[in-house]
């Protein structure tokens, strides 16, 4: 319909993407009208939300022309990187660069800019209770993202700073969730000690995000934090051994033994975990569950999200 203002939305196949993509579509009151923007406009999850009624336009985020031609006519974008699919914050960095200068070179009105800490704002290079890496960051996948949000403020661009969490979905995905042992009982790691963690539905984040576009102007140029719920890690391994229907006993490793796991990308999350444990009341403080739930209504605790997603995780190995 003419007289909807179209959200264009970056990574529209993603989990956050999607996750806004859906949200829009599923409310047929929204007053909006979704460009889904891809890399592949064939791919089957394009085609689906195609099928869901989004406008589905292939863009490359690696060329600013082609996001200033997928921005035009759009009301709002939801701006969103993928750093695992490159691990390179420079790589980030030009991306958010490129989204934003088209954002401003197009006229978009209101952006969502989904965004993480620049934890050497708190933890410096200097800092050596957790390992410099790369050269220039302390959680590559968090301080790229942090970074960027000066480049919209500079370029002047009507931006909310999403300020997303730990997706639960990790748990499925990333291989996060529960192991056996060698005596086959369940085992959840984290490096977080007695910490609360903030967890969210990495599908709620777009409900999140519709909530920000839907209250208009309120949340341009301020930052909001949403999450689920924040659990310590003892709270997670009991929750998740009431939906399995047996016991998850909770391993609290160091940091430092998380960093030396092994497996790719073991360092940043290592440091990105002892990032959180460490500045706690930071990183809990700016993820207002009374706001995220003011934005979406629907959002799920860890509790509910385990009731639709326990088949999902894999616990072998």
Request: a neutral charge; one cysteine or more; aromatic letters at 10%.
């Amino acid at each position: 319909m003419p007289d909807k203002k179209i959200i264009a939305v970056v990574g529209a196949t993603g989990a956050q993407g999607g996750g806004v993509v859906r949200a829009i579509l599923n409310d047929p009151n929204s007053g909006f009208a979704v460009r889904a923007l891809t890399r592949d406009v064939q791919s089957d999850k394009a085609r689906e939300l195609a099928k869901m009624g989004a406008e589905v336009v292939a863009v490359d985020i690696d060329d600013e022309a082609s996001l200033v031609k997928a921005f035009q006519g759009a009301h709002g974008a939801f701006l969103v990187t993928f750093f695992w699919a490159h691990m390179s914050p420079e790589k980030e960095l030009a991306e958010a660069r490129n989204m934003a200068s088209a954002a401003r070179a197009a006229g978009v009105k209101h952006n969502i800019w989904s965004t993480l800490e620049d934890t050497r704002q708190w933890a410096p290079l200097s800092d050596n209770r957790m390992p410099t890496l790369m050269g220039h960051y302390k959680v590559p996948h968090f301080d790229a993202k942090g970074e960027s949000n000066k480049i919209f403020n500079e370029l002047g661009v009507p931006t909310t700073f999403l300020f997303t969490s730990f997706y639960w979905d990790n748990l499925i995905h990333f291989g996060m969730g529960p192991k056996k042992d060698a005596d086959g009982r369940l085992v959840f790691t984290l490096p977080m000690g007695d910490k609360k963690l903030p967890g969210i539905a990495a599908e709620d984040i777009g409900k999140c995000a519709y909530g920000i576009f839907k209250k208009g102007s309120e949340y341009i140029d301020k930052s909001v934090g949403i999450a689920g719920e924040h659990l310590t890690g003892a709270q997670m391994a009991a929750a998740l051994g009431k939906a399995l229907g047996q016991e998850v006993r909770y391993n609290s490793i160091s940091p430092e033994a998380y960093r030396g796991l092994g497996f790719p990308g073991a360092e940043d999350l290592g440091n990105m975990f002892q990032f959180k444990r460490d500045f706690e009341q930071v990183f809990c403080g700016l993820r207002n569950l009374a706001v995220s739930r003011s934005l979406n209504p629907e959002l799920q605790t860890f509790e509910q999200w385990l009731a639709q997603n326990k088949d999902r995780i894999p616990m072998d190995g």
